[in-house]
C-alpha cells in the first residue's frame, strides 16, 4: 500500500483537487463549451444564477473535501461486493485463471496511474469489482464437489453424525459419509443432509447405517424466487433425503476431526440447555436455549411467528444484538471491576484488558451459538471495534463496517445474497452513519445535579432506542420486502417497549449463568432472564394483536432493491450536499417498485402440484401437502397468508378419480391427470394437461410432464391479452443455457419426435 494514502493533502486516491501540469490537449472544444455555457447564463434570471453558482461552488467544496479526506475508500468494500454479485450472476461458471489474472493486471494499472488521481481512482474502482468477482470463483473452486443424482430406489448410507436439528415437526442431521463406493449412488458426496422423524436423530458423533430415499436437489420455487440450493452446497452437502426407518448403530470407528470438535462442542451445548431447562419452563425456557446455546428448534411456531409480525424475529437470532451485548457487558463488567483496585487501575492497561476478555468470550459465544453465518458475520464486527480499542482507535467507523465486509465475503462471498447478511450490513452502516452525523451533540453542555442528569440519561436511552429502531427498520425494510414480503408496521413500538428488558435483563443475564455454570451458581441467573424473557414475549403477542401487524405486501423486483441500495449506500457515505445525489436512486427505486408481473399458473417439478390463478386474484392450489415447501414459497412471493394445509386453498379444481381440471383466466381448462385412461379427453377438452404419464401423440394441447419440469424447474405462465384473444407466455425457473457447479447437471435434450403423417401405417413402421 502507498505510504502517501492517508495524506490529508492528497487522500485516499490522490488529490483529485490539484490541476493537471500537463499542457491542455482540446482547448478549442472547452473554449466552445464555455461559450455555450456563458451564453446559457446569460439566459436565466439573475437570481436563479446566483443559486445555482453557489451551489456549483457548494458541490465542489464537497467534492474535494470527500476526495482529500480519503473517504472515497469507503467506496472500495461496496465494489468489491458487486463484484461478487456480477460472479453470481453469470449464467456459466467464469474461468478462474481469468479472473484472477483481471484483478492482477488491473492492480499493477493501478500502480502505474498513480501519478493521475482521477485515472488511478477509477482502476482501483474497477479492480474492487474485479477483486470481487475473482473471489467468488476462488471460492467455487475451492468447496468444489459433486452432487448426488436422486436414485430410482432407497441407498443405504453409512457415516457418522456431524450435526442434530431438533425441528418441531421431526429431526434433522448432517451425516458426515464413509469413504467408499454406495451402491444406487453415484457420485458419492462427503455431507448428506436428511430428514428424521421426530425424537429419531442419534446424538452428534454417532456412527449409524440409514436407509435413505434421496430428494432432488434444492432449488429455486419458481422464476426469481431464492435459489435454496446454492447455500448447502458451499456448506459442503452433496445431497439431501430423508430416513426410512430409524438410524442403526454401525461399527465402531474413529471420527473425523471434524465430527471430534463438534462433539465437544454440542457437549457443552447440552449441558448448558439443561442446565438452563432445570431452572426454567415453557417458552422462556425454549428462547433462553435459542440465546445462549443456539439452538431454536424447540421454539413454538407460534411464538415464532408473533415475534416475526411485531418485528422482534432479529432477537431470536444470534446476531449482532446479542454479540454486541455479550462483549459490552463483558467489557464492562472487566473494566469497571478492575478499576475499583487502584493498583491495577494506574499499574495495568485495564481498557485492553477489558477488550482482551471481551474479545475472548466472545469467540466462545460464537462456538457455542453454532457458528452460524450470521454470528460469524457479527463476530468479526465486534473483533474489529474491540480492537480498535486495543491500538487505540475509534473503535466503530464507517471504515470498520467496511473491513468487516470485506473480511466476511472474502471468505464467504455467496452470503453476499443471502437476506440475514444484506440486512445485517444495511442496519450497521445506517446506523454508524447516524451515529456520525449525530456525533456533535455529545459536546452540548449536561446540566448539574443528578436529577438533571438522571432525566437527560433517561432522554438519552428512550432516544437512542427509538432511533436506532426507526434508522435500523428504515434500512432493512425494503430487503424483508424483496426476500420476505412482509413489514412490521410496529416495530419501532415493539422494540422501545421490549429492547430493556433485553439489553438489561435477558442478555446481561443469560452470560452471567454462563460464568455461574461451573461454580454452580448459575440457577441465580437463569430466573432473572426468564423474567426478562416473559416480558419480551408478552409484548410481542400484544404488538402482534393490533390491526394491521401483519404486514404482508407484494414483492418488488431486483431493480428495485438494487437502486434502493445504491441511494443507501450514496446517502450513508457521502457528506455535505453530496448527499443530495442519493435522491436520484431512491427516486428511480419508488418509480419501479410496483411488483413484478404475478403468473397465472405456476405447475411444480413433481407434475402433481399445480396452482391457478381465480377470478378473485388469489392462486388456488392442488396438490399443495406434497410440496408443502414449494407452495409456501408461492404464498410468501404473494403476499398470501394460506398456508399449504389451508381448507379451500385447491377450491378453483373439480376432481375426479381420473384427474383435475380447473379454468384458466385467458378461457378453456387446465387438466392435471391422474390416470392415463383421462389423457384422450384432457387433451381434447384442455389447453393445458399436466401428467406423469406418456401423452397421446397427436394430443392438441400443450402437454408438461416430470421430463420437462426436470429442465426447466417450475414453469410459471403469464396470460398475455391481445387483439386475437390472448396468448400464454412460459417462464421456466432453469433456463437451459444456465449451468452453475451448485445446480444439478440438465438431462440430454429429448430426441425429437418424427412428425406425424396422415398413413398410420407409416406411421407405425417409423415407431
Known amino acids: ?96 485463471s481469468v479472473a484472477v489474472a483481471l484483478f492482477a493486471v488491473l492492480c499493477g494499472g493501478a500502480v502505474l496511474l498513480r501519478a493521475r488521481a482521477v485515472a488511478f481512482g477509477a482502476v482501483v474502482g474497477v479492480a474492487a469489482v474485479a477483486a470481487g468477482f475473482a473471489t467468488g470463483s476462488v471460492r467455487t473452486a475451492l468447496v468444489a464437489h459433486e452432487i448426488a443424482a436422486p436414485g430410482k430406489g432407497p441407498v443405504r448410507l453409512s457415516g457418522f453424525v456431524e450435526r442434530v436439528e431438533h425441528r418441531p415437526k421431526g429431526d434433522r442431521i448432517l451425516l458426515r459419509l464413509d469413504t467408499g463406493p454406495v451402491k444406487g449412488m453415484d457420485p458419492v458426496p462427503r ?10 436423530a442419534p446424538p452428534v458423533g454417532t ?41 442403526k448403530l454401525a461399527e465402531p470407528a474413529e471420527p473425523p476431526l471434524s465430527v471430534r470438535l463438534a462433539m465437544a462442542v454440542e457437549a457443552v ?74 493498583a491495577l487501575a494506574l499499574g495495568f492497561p485495564i481498557k485492553s484488558l477489558a477488550a482482551i476478555v471481551a474479545l475472548t468470550g466472545s469467540a466462545a459465544y460464537l462456538v457455542l451459538s453454532g457458528n452460524d453465518v450470521p454470528a460469524q458475520r457479527s463476530f468479526v464486527m465486534t473483533a474489529l471495534v474491540l480492537s480498535g480499542v486495543l491500538v487505540g482507535r475509534p473503535a466503530l467507523t464507517l471504515r470498520t463496517v467496511g473491513v468487516a465486509a470485506v473480511l466476511v465475503l472474502a471468505f464467504t462471498p455467496e452470503a453476499a445474497l443471502d437476506p440475514g447478511t444484506q440486512m445485517s450490513f444495511a442496519a450497521t452502516l445506517a446506523l454508524v452513519a447516524a451515529y456520525e452525523r449525530l456525533r456533535p451533540l455529545r459536546v452540548l453542555p449536561r446540566p448539574d445535579g443528578w436529577v438533571g442528569q438522571g432525566v437527560v440519561w433517561l432522554a438519552v436511552l428512550v432516544g437512542g432506542t427509538a432511533l436506532t429502531s426507526l434508522v435500523a427498520g428504515l434500512a432493512t425494510a425494503p430487503y424483508g420486502i424483496f426476500h420476505f414480503q412482509r413489514v412490521a408496521p410496529y416495530g419501532l413500538l415493539a422494540n422501545l417497549a421490549a429492547m430493556p428488558a433485553v439489553s438489561f435483563l435477558v442478555m446481561p443475564f443469560g452470560l452471567l449463568g454462563v460464568l455461574l455454570m461451573p461454580f454452580g451458581f448459575d440457577h441465580l441467573a437463569w430466573p432473572v432472564m426468564g423474567k426478562g424473557i416473559e416480558i419480551m414475549v408478552a409484548v410481542s403477542d400484544a404488538i402482534s394483536m393490533l390491526p394491521g401487524a401483519d404486514g404482508r405486501v407484494d414483492t418488488v423486483g431486483a431493480p428495485t432493491l438494487a437502486l434502493f441500495s445504491l441511494g ?29 408481473p404475478r403468473p397465472d399458473i405456476l405447475i411444480a417439478p413433481d407434475a402433481q402440484t399445480v396452482a391457478v390463478r381465480g377470478p378473485d386474484g388469489r392462486l ?148
Request: hydrophobic residues 45%.
Open 269 to 342: 451445548r447440552d449441558s448448558l440447555s439443561r442446565r438452563i431447562r432445570a431452572s426454567l419452563a415453557g417458552t422462556p425456557a425454549e428462547i433462553a436455549v435459542a440465546l445462549v446455546a443456539g439452538d431454536r428448534s424447540a421454539i413454538a411456531p407460534e411464538v415464532e411467528e408473533s415475534m416475526r409480525v411485531s418485528g422482534l424475529t432479529h432477537i431470536l437470532s444470534i446476531s449482532g444484538l446479542h454479540m454486541a451485548l455479550v462483549a459490552g457487558t463483558l467489557f464492562v463488567f472487566v473494566r469497571g471491576g478492575l478499576a475499583l483496585v487502584p
Open 207 to 247: 456412527h449409524v447405517t440409514q436407509l435413505t430415499q434421496l430428494l432432488p436437489p434444492l432449488g429455486p420455487a419458481m422464476p426469481g424466487a431464492h435459489d435454496f440450493g446454492r447455500n448447502p452446497w458451499f456448506a459442503g452437502i452433496g445431497g439431501v433425503g430423508y430416513g426410512l426407518g430409524k438410524p
Open 191 to 200: 455431507l448428506v443432509r436428511l430428514t428424521l422423524r421426530k425424537g429419531w
Open 620 to 767: 388456488s392450489v392442488l396438490g399443495a401437502r406434497s410440496q408443502r415447501l414449494v407452495v409456501e414459497q408461492w404464498m410468501t412471493r404473494e403476499g398470501d397468508m394460506r398456508k399449504a394445509g389451508a381448507e379451500g386453498l385447491a377450491a378453483l379444481f373439480t376432481c375426479d378419480p381420473l384427474g383435475c381440471t380447473a379454468p384458466l383466466p385467458g378461457g378453456g381448462t387446465i387438466a392435471v391427470s391422474r390416470r392415463a385412461e383421462s389423457l384422450e379427453a384432457d387433451c381434447l377438452e384442455s389447453r393445458i394437461v399436466v401428467t406423469r404419464d406418456m401423452p397421446p401423440r397427436h394430443c392438441p394441447a400443450q402437454v408438461v410432464t416430470p421430463e420437462t419440469l426436470q429442465r426447466t424447474g417450475t414453469l410459471a405462465y403469464h396470460f398475455r391479452k391481445g387483439t386475437s384473444g390472448g396468448e400464454w407466455q412460459v417462464e421456466p425457473t432453469r433456463r437451459p443455457h444456465v449451468q452453475r457447479p451448485w445446480m444439478q447437471p440438465l438431462p440430454p435434450e429429448p430426441a425429437p419426435s418424427r412428425p406425424a403423417t396422415d398413413d398410420p401405417e407409416a406411421d407405425a413402421a417409423s415407431e
Open 568 to 596: 443507501l449506500t450514496a446517502l450513508c457515505l457521502l457528506r455535505g450536499l453530496l448527499t443530495t445525489v442519493a435522491i436520484v436512486p431512491f427516486a428511480l427505486a419508488l418509480l419501479l417498485s410496483g411488483a413484478p
Open 1 to 96: 500500500m502507498p505510504s502517501d494514502w492517508n495524506d490529508p493533502q492528497r487522500g485516499i486516491w490522490g488529490d483529485m483537487t490539484q490541476q493537471d501540469q500537463r499542457p491542455a490537449r482540446s482547448s478549442g472544444r472547452a473554449a466552445v463549451l464555455g461559450g455555450a455555457r456563458t451564453a446559457a447564463r446569460r439566459a436565466m434570471p439573475p437570481g436563479l444564477a446566483r443559486v445555482l453558482d453557489v451551489l456549483r461552488a457548494r458541490l465542489a467544496a464537497d467534492l474535494a473535501a470527500e476526495a482529500t479526506s480519503g473517504r472515497l475508500i469507503l467506496w472500495l468494500p461496496a465494489a468489491f461486493t458487486l463484484g461478487i454479485l456480477l460472479y453470481f450472476g453469470a449464467a456459466q461458471e467464469p474461468s478462474l
